[in-house]
């Protein structure tokens, strides 16, 4: 087996053994990138330098006894996280220059766990999709079938560590966008309780929904690596007080006795019969384990998608006011300061985020603020509320994670209503800031689909630890898709 093929948890005790070290792992890594990521498309930057310089440091630790459960283990970032010194462009051409002169938090975090950063991996320009088509640079491809999407917004991030490019990855997630993607790739994408991550240095999306979190072939790398960068930073004003997560019992939890609230609008006609199976058949699996679920009516996610698509448009659309050709990335000249800024804005923003961008404004202008906006927040308090009120009799909240696996590229540029529903199951947990997990549950046409755990504000440790004994109740744990 070769070193691309050990989780990061098996990756990390090889190191500590000093079976092998941290530059070896990288550069196996970074060989296997070279290789192979033509197939894949997952990363818009290598930076081979970088890695070995921090898999260096890494090793120092490793050498004087110190470092954390991470130490030389790599990771890739989605593209959208800010890295001193190393480009940033967002997946979009009005970036393609920037260089950011400072690191993320999470980035400031990952260097003092000793985690090398390989690189950034490509996604739907400015975190704006659900298929990682919309990047300005090309569609990132699913290691399960490389026809097919690997899912949005972070698909660069998602196909990198099913493909074996990164045993570790972080991608952002504003309405589904790292675990979509973990679903139909076939690995675990966690999104955090609002708060618990900074997003200092992450581009802003939708800043009220923004979080970033980690992806992993199993729920204990991923765990891992959410403890790894989580934790109060006073250069974000939205960072919980004691925010930092802890893995430390992660192991330790069992389903017997565990309660599960089933959504009926969650397993309703919209999701594919057999992604709908599927997630049965586990559910199945999981009773004779132990666990219990009940169906449950949560009757706002009716009204999930176009919330969203009110909200975080406004959001964007205030967020991408600075991208104007004069402060970052490269300019187009026009007539006068107007002309400047209608030019570089007209020709480097891609369609789906100018349409994001006239969406929102829309929905702030004076006439239809109340009408669109107000009205959405209100309906995001109430869907917040009807999840709070079912943690109070159940565990978490169970359902697909997507409601299709993974789909022809190309396949849905004429039925963008229909790529827009696919963060159906997801913008819930968004909209209430609740921590919320996916991890494989098995296959429907070959192809992985994704089961959906969400919890109480808060309850990331929880939550993390129900994951582990789903993951391990069903008797699954990495599986591999059709790679070399």
């Known amino acids: 087996m070769s070193l691309t093929q050990l989780n990061a948890t098996e990756l990390a005790r090889s190191l500590r053994a000093r079976e092998v070290s941290a530059r070896e792992v990288v550069d196996a890594f970074l060989s296997r990138i070279e290789s192979e990521d033509a197939h894949y498309k997952s990363f818009l930057t290598v930076d081979a330098e970088g890695a070995r310089r921090d898999a260096d440091a890494a090793q120092a630790l490793l050498d004087n006894g110190k470092g954390g459960p991470l130490t030389g283990v790599p990771v890739a970032l989605k593209d959208n996280i800010s890295t001193n010194g190393l480009r940033t462009t967002c997946a979009s051409k009005i970036l393609d220059t920037y260089v950011p002169p400072f690191d993320a938090h999470v980035v400031e975090r990952l260097h003092a766990a000793g985690c090398p950063v390989l690189g950034k991996t490509n996604l739907d320009e400015f975190a704006m999709g659900a298929s990682c088509e919309n990047s300005a ?34 991608g952002s997630d504003t309405g589904g966008s790292i675990r979509q993607p973990a ?4 690995i675990v994408g966690f999104k955090p309780t609002y708060g618990r991550v900074s997003r200092y240095g992450l581009v802003a999306f939708g800043s009220s ?10 729920v204990e790398d991923t765990a891992l690596l959410a403890e790894a960068i989580s934790g109060h930073d006073a250069m974000d004003s939205t960072s919980l007080p004691n925010a930092a997560i802890s893995a430390a019992e992660v192991k330790q939890g069992t389903l017997k006795g565990k309660k599960f609230a089933l959504p009926k609008e969650l397993f309703a006609d919209e999701i594919d019969a057999g992604v709908r199976e599927c997630v049965e058949l586990a559910i199945e699996t999981l009773t004779r384990e ?19 698509y009110i909200i975080a448009p406004a959001e964007a659309s ?22 400047n800024v209608a030019e570089t804005r007209g020709k480097l923003f891609g369609p789906e985020v100018k349409l994001r961008i006239m969406v929102g404004t ?11 906006y107000l009205r959405a927040q209100q309906v995001r308090a109430l869907m917040a509320a009807e999840f709070e009120q079912s943690f109070q009799e159940f565990d978490a909240v169970l359902s697909p994670t997507s409601p299709v696996v993974a789909f022809p590229i190309g396949g849905l540029v004429d039925d963008p209503m229909q790529l827009k529903l696919i963060d159906f199951c997801t913008i819930p947990a968004n909209m209430g800031g609740f921590p919320s997990i996916s991890l494989p549950c098995g296959l429907s046409n070959d192809l992985p689909v994704g089961m959906l755990l969400t919890g109480p504000v808060m309850g990331d440790e929880k939550l993390l630890q129900t994951a582990y004994s789903v993951e391990r109740g069903l008797g699954r744990d990495y599986r591999r898709p059709p790679i070399l």
């Open 362 to 372: 829309y929905a702030l202008s004076a006439g239809y603020y109340d009408a669109y």
């Open 318 to 339: 205030s967020n991408l006011a600075r991208f104007d050709g004069i402060r970052f990335g490269p300019r187009l000249e026009g007539e006068g300061h107007i002309g």
């Open 290 to 308: 132990g666990a219990q679920f009940q169906e449950v009516s949560l009757p706002s996610i009716a009204y999930g998608v176009t919330t969203y």
């Open 137 to 170: 640079y090309f569609p990132s491809r699913n290691p399960w079938d490389t026809d097919l999407v690997p899912g949005g917004s972070s698909g660069g991030s998602a196909a990198a560590v099913s493909a074996e490019l990164a045993p570790l990855s972080l």
């Open 209 to 218: 929904l923004d979080q970033i979190g980690p992806m992993g072939r199993n």
């Open 183 to 186: 679903s139909l790739c076939g």
